[in-house]
T-cell receptor, first 112, second 114 residues
Framework: EPEVTQTPSHQVTQMGQEVILRCVPI?????FYWYRQILGQKVEFLVS????????KSEIFDDQFSVERPDGSNFTLKIRSTKLEDSAMYFC??????????FGPGTRLTVT | AQSVTQLDSHVSVSEGTPVLLRCNYS??????LFWYVQHPNKGLQLLLK??????LVKGINGFEAEFKKSETSFHLTKPSAHMSDAAKYFC????????????FGGGTRVLVKP
């Protein structure tokens, strides 16, 4: 059964550094998402992406964040200058249509 | 705006006894609702979904949920808990008008005692 994969599983970075989180969605999915979960808190929506453009973004998704699908398979989330409060588990998700989303295992980002 | 409230942050059950996880939602239109499960140090796995078909929805691993519009509820049940059911469960509503973003409840952690 196809799965969403994410790399790396754990990323440690220093404050102010750029990070890129990578996701490989299921091949026939058309809609892509990033969510994050700060330790002990709710899972929060960051951004949705369809047809090579952002379709919706949350207040969290400010100018420090960007997404792209550079080669038709990978889906990346970039944080340009990380802050301590960016430490969280980041989940990528994909969907074929407008219903269920399939999540990857997550990338734990630790900003020191 | 949509919201989800999971009424219990923790539920403790004995193995072999029923499990009930409560969820209430708020939505301005007919919602799509989901339950996801997160095992320790794992990602989010879809348990079941409601998308305006049958109000009683069956999912994986013996779980089911009933959509009650009059009560704005979508409670998750299982007749007999298994040790492997110990995990965190999230009730989720989908916003079709906003890029299909998911809004998560706070989650209910289930502890299963032998």
């Amino acid at each position: 059964e196809p799965e969403v994969t994410q790399t790396p599983s754990h990323q440690v970075t220093q404050m102010g550094q750029e990070v890129i989180l990578r996701c490989v969605p299921i091949s026939n999915h058309l809609y892509f998402y990033w969510y994050r979960q700060i330790l002990g808190q709710k899972v929060e929506f960051l951004v949705s992406f369809y047809n090579n453009e952002i379709s919706e973004k949350s207040e969290i998704f400010d100018d420090q964040f960007s997404v792209e699908r550079p080669d038709g398979s990978n889906f990346t989330l970039k944080i340009r200058s990380t802050k301590l409060e960016d430490s969280a588990m980041y989940f990528c998700a994909g969907a074929r249509g407008s219903y269920e989303q399939y999540f990857g295992p997550g990338t734990r980002l630790t900003v020191t | 705006a949509q919201s989800v409230t999971q009424l219990d942050s923790h539920v403790s059950v004995s193995e072999g006894t029923p499990v009930l996880l409560r969820c209430n939602y708020s939505s301005s239109y007919s919602p799509s609702l989901f339950w996801y499960v997160q095992h320790p140090n794992k990602g989010l796995q879809l348990l079941l979904k409601y998308t305006s078909a049958a109000t009683l929805v069956k999912g994986i691993n013996g779980f089911e949920a009933e959509f009650k519009k009059s009560e704005t509820s979508f409670h998750l049940t299982k007749p007999s808990a298994h040790m492997s059911d110990a995990a965190k469960y999230f009730c989720v509503v989908s916003d079709l008008t906003a890029g299909n973003k998911l809004t998560f409840g706070g989650g209910t952690r289930v502890l299963v005692k032998p």
